[in-house]
């Protein structure tokens, strides 16, 4: 069973940085794609970034602010965040989806927290 693990999260000031992790139990060569999602209260989870192969996307709100990155080598994806806002605090999920057969993975989820 693939496990998804995020960590990074934290309570944090308006305009600082935070950066998560998510490590995954196996080689995440084996997904065709990975991202970040997030949840805040309240509200429907939305995409935050994803990263196929090189290429990367992100939601509108978080363009140019964060970078979503991977690291075959340590089965680990990364996500930086700066110049969070409050808009920003929800709970971050680490996804991991293979095409063929599909299958979709997610984390347990990171709590990120920013304070005005």
């Known amino acids: 069973q693939v496990q998804l693990v995020e960590s990074g999260g934290g309570l944090v000031q308006a305009g600082g940085s935070l950066r998560l992790s998510c490590a995954a139990s196996t080689s995440i060569t084996t997904f065709n794609t990975m991202g970040w999602y997030r949840q805040a209260p309240g509200k429907q989870r939305e995409l935050v970034a994803t990263i196929v192969g090189g290429s990367t996307n992100y939601a509108g709100s978080v363009k140019g602010r964060f970078t979503i990155s991977r690291d075959n080598a340590e089965n680990a994806m990364y996500l930086q965040m700066n110049s969070l806002n409050a808009e920003d605090t929800a709970v971050y999920y680490c996804?991991?989806?293979?095409?063929?057969?599909?299958?979709?993975?997610w984390g347990q989820g990171t709590q990120v927290t920013v304070s005005e």
């Open positions: 996804n991991a989806l293979r095409y063929f057969p599909r299958l979709e993975y």
